[in-house]
């Protein structure tokens, strides 16, 4: 197992991990020697799972398309380092399930998730998507889902950040700040009124207008109707600011 850990996002991190699987496989008998004389010669290695495991802060879109399609043996894992001290790691991607974790098989899939759920919840503040929607009609319960799915379906990269009074949705720096109501949900976007060329009805220009989230331009979204007029303004902030 080869770990190959960076401190910053790295366009290089995926041909580095291809070199090192490349370079393990060609010199079996150099590494087999230097692990005998290191730890001891009755140690013997076990090649049936040579894999990279590489640790980031992020990744950028096109590596993670690039560790989809290729049939190499690499892990994807982001880190986060918390003002507490406390890190945070998360799997973004596995090539397959190794003979090595069929051992953890027998765990419960849903209590693991559920204490993923809750720390990341303690690391946010006690804030958390679930939380925000506690109280609200299911019918801005839903709408908020399909605005969820739709944003973090923009990229592989979108990270959601809950906060007291709005949701965050960023790659580098926020491009929409979701604002759950009981009767509608307000969509701060990170444009500028002029790139609103031809405004709808449910625009407005909040720039000289003090509000939560990010951007200076809101859209009120009562219906899957008001949605779908607005994708095309979040794809623009999208596009302007974190792809």
């Known amino acids: 197992m080869i770990i190959e850990y960076k401190k910053i996002e790295s366009s290089d991190l995926i041909n580095q991990s291809l070199f090192y699987l490349s370079w393990i496989q060609d010199h079996r008998g150099d590494f087999e020697i230097a692990v005998q004389k290191q730890i001891g010669h009755k140690i013997e290695v076990d090649w049936s799972d040579i894999r990279v495991i590489c640790m980031a802060p992020n990744y950028k879109k096109y590596d993670l398309h690039a560790v989809q399609v290729m049939g190499a043996n690499i892990e994807l894992w982001k880190y986060r380092r918390f003002s507490n001290s406390t890190i945070y790691l998360e799997e973004v991607f596995k090539k397959s399930c190794s003979l090595s974790e069929m051992g953890n098989a027998n765990k419960n899939p849903v209590m693991v998730a559920a204490g993923k759920k809750a720390f990341q ?67 701060f976007l990170k444009l500028s009124p002029s790139d609103i060329h031809t405004a709808p009805d449910n625009y407005k220009d909040v720039s000289n207008i003090g509000h939560f989230g990010t951007g200076d331009v809101e859209f009120t979204i009562t219906s899957e109707k008001d949605l779908e007029i607005v994708k095309p303004y979040i794809e623009m902030a999208y596009r302007k600011v974190g792809s």
Do not use: W
Request: overall charge positive.
């Open 121 to 187: 919840t303690r690391m946010l503040g006690g804030h958390s998507f679930e939380k925000t929607l506690e109280g609200k009609p299911a019918k801005i319960k839903e709408l908020a889902l399909s605005i969820q799915d739709y944003i973090m379906g923009l990229d592989a990269s979108m990270e959601q950040s809950p906060k007291k009074y709005y949701i965050a949705y960023k790659i580098s720096q926020n491009i929409v700040c979701m604002e759950i109501q009981k009767k509608n949900i307000r969509l």
